[in-house]
């Protein structure tokens, strides 16, 4: 039993230069679940133009990051005993590049109301979904999907607690009390827990099997927490890795397209980050003493909402600044290396990065503009989901028809199949389904 066996027996041919990362890698790119990131956006869905994330660019963004943190570490920490458990290049990258696939059309939003749709039948949830995407529903594989190895798949599992074992039965999902001629949903008690789905749980245990039943039990951990879902306590080395990329590219990159969206003001930015900034501030006048003759502070604001190339080059700075602050901590309670060495961010660092985070989602993904998008989204959602749940065998395209009817009618396969579509196959199947002037069977979806 090894971090690199496969759960369906499969040895590369003799000419394969390849390592098991190498081949994950490969799979992840090419698989399906890859292509449709790139119509998800990153913060719903911002118009016609190329140039602004996608949930694609924004895993690439992540894997890109994630890489670069295992580098710096070794580099930093050269004789540190983590160093020797970090993983190459390729694994990093395909972890980093599937750990969005499980995010459904419309973001969050889409989330919240496929949780709603799915309250009575297990939930769902988008990590858990990236999951079951990669062990069950990817064709690399007969039974087991994309079938990559242990280690990518622990890399993944970012909260290693079911869903049944995080929910708090005092936020079962439900529709707002009030109005009388629309379906609200309630989002605080529609809003899953992080966790695997249930249905995922032997693939849970296939990937935790080298853990003693000790640290199984420590590892499955949660804590539960009064008004809202428990949590999960740990996440494997690699997972970690990830996890902290996601963050860097969440606090800065999307900062970026906020700005040059228009969608955050300059003042706004200045008051709610100058103080958090101070360590980065520091770092610059240690860095570019020729810039600091004037306020470090009024020239990043500058820079930042200056033309394209001056925003880049503080965009830079920022992902570099958090990158190698980077730190290993320690997990004692675990002897298996990748289960007790994690990394983090801590500290003043730490601080901004969560400012940076704070700052977009209050002036950002809480504003009007985007809630109304959202409200929208989760309304199509729910209304095709229920729509092809009630008259599968009618609505349901013949592929996931097959699909639906070969597991003897487990709503589980709707979901899949509305969680998979892309903003603009989620819409255009909205406007077929409910709009008198739209759709032809002409239509390509």
């Known amino acids: 039993m090894t971090w690199y066996e496969r759960r369906e027996q499969w040895a590369a041919q003799n000419e394969d230069a390849r390592e098991d990362g190498d081949i994950d890698y490969a799979r992840v790119i090419h698989s399906a ?19 602004y994330r996608t949930r694609l660019t924004h895993s690439l963004e992540v894997a890109q990051i994630a890489g670069g943190l295992a580098r710096q570490l070794a580099k930093s920490f050269p004789g540190h005993p983590a160093t020797a458990h970090l993983p ?58 994309a079938n990559l190895c242990r280690r990518t798949l622990l890399g993944v599992l970012k909260y290693p607690a079911a869903f049944s074992a995080t929910a708090n039965p005092e936020l079962t999902p439900r529709l707002l009390d009030g109005p009388s001629t629309i379906r609200v949903l309630d989002s605080r008690r529609c809003k899953p827990p992080k966790a695997y789905l249930d249905g995922e749980s032997d693939v849970v245990d296939w990937i ?13 951990a949660v804590e539960p927490r009064a008004g809202k879902h428990a949590r999960t306590l740990h996440k494997s080395f690699d997972c970690a890795i990830m996890d902290l990329a996601d963050d860097i590219a969440y606090g800065v990159h999307d900062l970026e397209d906020a700005i040059a969206l228009g969608l955050v003001g300059k003042d706004a930015f200045a008051a709610a980050l100058e103080a958090p900034s101070a360590p980065f501030l520091d770092a610059l006048k240690d860095k570019y003493p020729g810039e600091s003759e004037n306020d470090v502070f009024s020239r990043m604001i500058d ?56 700052f977009i989602v209050s002036e950002v993904i809480a504003s009007p503009e985007v809630q109304h998008l959202e409200f929208k989204g989760q309304a199509m ?50 406007e077929r389904l409910f709009s008198p002037r739209m759709g032809s069977v002409f239509d390509r979806l």
């Open 33 to 51: 679940s890859f292509r449709r990131l790139q119509g998800k956006t990153q913060i719903l869905n911002l118009g016609d133009s190329d140039f």
């Open 208 to 220: 935790l099997a080298p853990l003693s039943p000790q640290e199984h039990e420590a590892f499955t």
């Open 88 to 145: 190459d290049r390729s694994l990093i990258h395909a972890i980093g590049c599937t750990h969005d696939f499980g995010h459904p059309p419309f973001g969050h939003g889409g989330e919240v109301a496929l949780n709603y749709c799915m309250r009575d039948e297990g939930g769902f949830e988008g990590n858990g979904q990236t999951l079951r995407i990669l062990t069950r529903l990817e064709s690399f594989s007969a039974n087991a999907g």
């Open 381 to 430: 959602v729910v209304a095709v989901f229920e729509a092809l749940a009630a008259d599968p065998g009618r609505l349901l395209p013949r592929t996931a028809l097959a699909a639906y009817e070969a597991s003897s009618g487990d709503i589980r396969v709707i979901c899949d199949h509305v969680a998979a579509m892309t903003d603009t196959h989620l819409l255009k199947t909205y």
């Open 303 to 358: 820079g930042l909402f200056g033309d394209e190339g001056t925003r880049k080059r503080y965009i830079g700075r920022l992902v570099h600044h958090f990158l190698t602050g980077a730190r290993y901590r320690e997990e004692a309670a675990f002897t298996l290396p990748l289960l007790r060495w994690r990394v983090a961010l801590e500290g003043p660092r730490r601080a901004f990065l969560d400012a940076l985070q704070g």
